[in-house]
């Protein structure tokens, strides 16, 4: 099993920052890959970056080069630092994990984005 919570969403203001954080339980070691992705009202669920084991990172196109995926190790984190926040970064960002055999979603953070 393991455990996620997300923390770090909030309202700003087009153009500016934030970084959401997720903090890690259970399983750790267990954990491939690990993703945050985002849900918009009305729209579906969409990835937004993923890092795999080694340090890989993948984005989405309409994110590419404004957010930046990490993760800390020795802290059982995940992070999420997102740049030239825009209206249409508004949404619901979850944090997810999979393992060999499941994976993991934690609760969400809101971030709301005003232009």
């Known amino acids: 099993q393991v455990q996620l919570v997300e923390s770090g969403g909030g309202l700003v203001q087009a153009g500016g920052s934030l970084r959401l954080s997720c903090a890690t339980s259970?399983?750790?070691?267990?954990?491939?890959?690990m993703r945050w992705h985002r849900q918009a009202p009305g729209k579906q669920r969409e990835q937004v970056a993923m890092?795999?084991?080694?340090?890989?990172?993948y984005y989405a196109d309409s994110v590419k080069g404004r957010f930046t995926i990490s993760r800390d190790m020795a802290k059982n984190a995940l992070y999420l630092q997102m740049n030239e926040l825009k209206a249409e970064d508004t949404a619901v960002y979850y944090c997810?994990?999979?393992?060999?055999?499941?994976?993991?979603w934690g609760q969400g953070t809101q971030v709301t984005v005003s232009s």
């Open positions: 890092i795999i084991r080694g340090g890989t990172t």
């Open positions: 259970g399983s750790i070691s267990s954990i491939a890959t």
């Open positions: 997810g994990a999979d393992t060999p055999r499941n994976s993991y």
